[in-house]
C-alpha cells in the first residue's frame, strides 16, 4: 500500500464531518461516476478479506496528528506550570513530536489557539442555517409551514488540514485517486453538497510516510474503526464507542427506496489499541457485503479499517 498525505484548503462550509469512513463512502461514489461501476466492483473486490483498495484518515490540521484519548495518569504533567483546564484542551501534537515517548505527548501538544495563531479559540465554528420545504408544484412554503435548521462548520480562513491515504496503486493508481478527491471536493462533500457545502480544493498530494515509534508494541488509529474479533488486549487498550447510523449517498438516495443503513458500533478515532502495529500501515475490517449492512443495496461496505500510527504503549503505568 501506498502511503499518501493529501492537504487540502476548505472553500465553503461543510454540514458533514470530515471523517475517514465518510469521506471512503465519498471515493467510492467518485471512482462510479468517473471510471464506471465495474471498475469500482473490481477495486472493491476482498474488501471484506482484509483486501481495501484504500484506507483513509480524518482531516487533521496541517502538521498534526491526534492527542491519543488515555487516562491522565499516562501523561507526565507539571501541574505547577499549567491548570488542569487548559492541559485538557491540548488536542494536537505536531508531527516532529511523535518520536517523543507517550507520556510527554500532553505537555507537547497544542491547544486550538496556538495552531490559528491566537486569532481563534477554535479551529471551526457550528452556526445552524435556517431552510424550509418548498412545494415544487406551487412554488411556495404551502399549509405545512415546517422551517427546519442544519448545523453547519465554518473553519478558520487560510487553514490546511491534511488527512493520510493508503492505497493500493494495482487497483486504483496516484493521479487516478487524486483526480477523485477533486471531484469530490469540486462537487461537495457530505449533506447539502448540491446546495454548495462541503467544497475544498486539493492543495497538495505527496507520498509520505506515517510516523511512528521505535519498538512499537500498539497502535494511534486515525479513523474511526471497527475493532471487533481482531484479537485485541482489550484490557490495555482505551477508545471510545460510537453508533454510526449511515445512509445511501449521491444517486442511491432515490435508487435505493430506504436510504438508511444498519446501524454499525464503531471506535472513534485516536483511539489506542494494544495489538502488534501491522507492517502495511491499518488495522480494523471492511463492514458489510452480502445484504449485511444494506437491505436495499447488497454490495454496500463501510470503511471499518483505519491508518494506524505505530506507538511504544505502556499499559502498566496507571496500574
Known amino acids: ?169 494495482s487497483k486504483l493508481s496516484l493521479a487516478e485517486c487524486e483526480q477523485c478527491l477533486k471531484d469530490i471536493g469540486e462537487f461537495g462533500y457530505g449533506k447539502d453538497a448540491t446546495i454548495g457545502m462541503g467544497k475544498f480544493r486539493i492543495d497538495k498530494f505527496d507520498q509520505q510516510t506515517l510516523p511512528s515509534q521505535s519498538v512499537a508494541n500498539a497502535c494511534l488509529t486515525l479513523a474511526p474503526l471497527a475493532p471487533q474479533g481482531l484479537g485485541i488486549d482489550a484490557e490495555n487498550s482505551y477508545y471510545q464507542l460510537f453508533t454510526r447510523f449511515g445512509r445511501h449517498g449521491d444517486i442511491a438516495v432515490h435508487q435505493a427506496g430506504k436510504p438508511f443503513k444498519n446501524p454499525i458500533l464503531l471506535a472513534q478515532t485516536a483511539a489506542v489499541f494494544s495489538i502488534t502495529p501491522p507492517k502495511d500501515g491499518f488495522i480494523g475490517q471492511g463492514i458489510g457485503g452480502q445484504g449485511e449492512l444494506s437491505k436495499t443495496i447488497s454490495a454496500t461496505v463501510h470503511q471499518g479499517y483505519a491508518p494506524v500510527i505505530a506507538i511504544n504503549f505502556n499499559a502498566k503505568v496507571c496500574l
Open 1 to 169: 500500500m501506498q502511503s499518501v498525505c493529501v492537504t487540502l484548503q476548505p472553500l465553503s462550509a461543510f454540514a458533514t464531518a470530515l471523517k475517514g469512513d465518510t469521506l471512503f463512502g465519498q471515493l467510492c461514489w467518485a471512482i462510479r461516476h468517473r471510471y464506471g461501476e465495474q471498475r469500482l466492483t473490481n477495486c472493491l473486490n476482498g474488501y471484506t478479506e482484509n483486501q481495501p483498495f484504500a484506507v483513509l484518515s480524518d482531516a487533521f490540521p496541517e502538521g498534526y496528528l491526534p492527542l491519543p484519548k488515555l487516562p491522565s495518569c499516562f501523561y507526565q504533567t507539571n501541574t505547577d506550570a499549567l491548570d488542569r483546564k487548559a492541559l485538557k484542551k491540548r488536542h494536537w501534537l505536531a508531527i516532529g513530536d511523535v518520536s517523543k515517548p507517550l507520556e510527554q505527548w500532553q505537555m507537547a501538544a497544542v491547544d486550538a489557539k496556538t495552531i490559528s495563531a491566537e486569532t481563534a479559540s477554535s479551529l471551526s465554528e457550528k452556526h445552524p442555517q435556517p431552510h424550509n420545504t418548498i412545494n415544487r408544484q406551487t412554488n411556495t412554503t404551502g399549509d405545512g409551514f415546517a422551517p427546519y435548521s442544519v448545523e453547519q462548520e465554518w473553519f478558520i480562513p487560510n487553514l490546511n488540514w491534511s488527512l493520510y491515504l493508503l492505497l493500493d496503486t
